[in-house]
């Protein structure tokens, strides 16, 4: 794990949700304690949804957490590169409210830092190689899916409980005989598309 190479406090960031069809990007930024860390952290795709849901309860019971929520309308207007750029740094701020400091560094999964003044470095593969990007990974996509299942009880004919706003056959199936809903984004093809088709 590369954490140990930068300075602390060090905050970890990862968004969940650039891919899907329906619903916000969430991003959330993490700074785990010096002892006491939950055991098994790791790139929130390789753990199973049980193994999330626990550890997202043990991360934010220890560590200062911080969400940053972008919904379907903005990223529409903004784009889904920018609308998570946006979610990160809304996620990095909250956790500077909370901490009442900036984090002496931010480190961020992918390959591109938002523009913002806090110390970072981008890391391809980060929830892998990083504690705190692989608590943030973690931490987003649990907030994300829990957000998802929580609008399939409205909009129970899409299949979000199971897809998450991906575009699963269910999903595509139900968007080409209901329509779109308020939370799918307008500029992401598949939907886009039924527009074209009324």
């Known amino acids: 794990m590369v954490d140990h190479s930068f300075p602390t406090p060090l905050c970890g960031v990862d968004e969940a949700g650039r891919g899907p069809l329906a619903g916000p ?29 626990r550890l997202c309860a043990e991360i934010r019971a220890c560590a200062v957490v911080g969400i940053g929520v972008v ?6 207007r903004l784009n889904i590169y920018w609308a998570t750029m946006k979610a990160m ?59 998802m299942i929580a609008a399939a009880r409205t909009y129970p004919a899409y299949g979000w409980h199971s897809n998450k706003g991906y575009g699963s056959a269910v999903h595509l199936a139900a968007l080409r005989e209901h329509g779109p809903t308020p939370l799918h984004r307008r500029s992401f093809a598949p939907v886009a598309q039924c527009y074209l088709d009324l």
Request: no cysteine.
């Open 25 to 53: 990007v969430v991003a959330a930024a993490v700074i785990l304690p010096a002892q006491g860390i939950p055991v098994g952290i790791n790139d929130s795709k390789k753990l199973t949804e049980k193994t999330r849901t």
């Open 71 to 76: 919904e379907p309308e903005e990223i529409d």
């Open 89 to 147: 740094t809304l996620a990095v701020d909250a956790v500077v409210e909370t901490l009442g400091q900036h984090p002496a560094h931010v480190l961020v999964d992918g390959n591109k830092l938002p523009k913002w003044d806090y110390r970072a470095t981008a890391i391809v593969g980060g929830d892998a190689k990083s504690l705190a990007i692989g608590a943030a990974s973690i931490v987003a996509k649990h907030v994300r899916d829990e957000m």
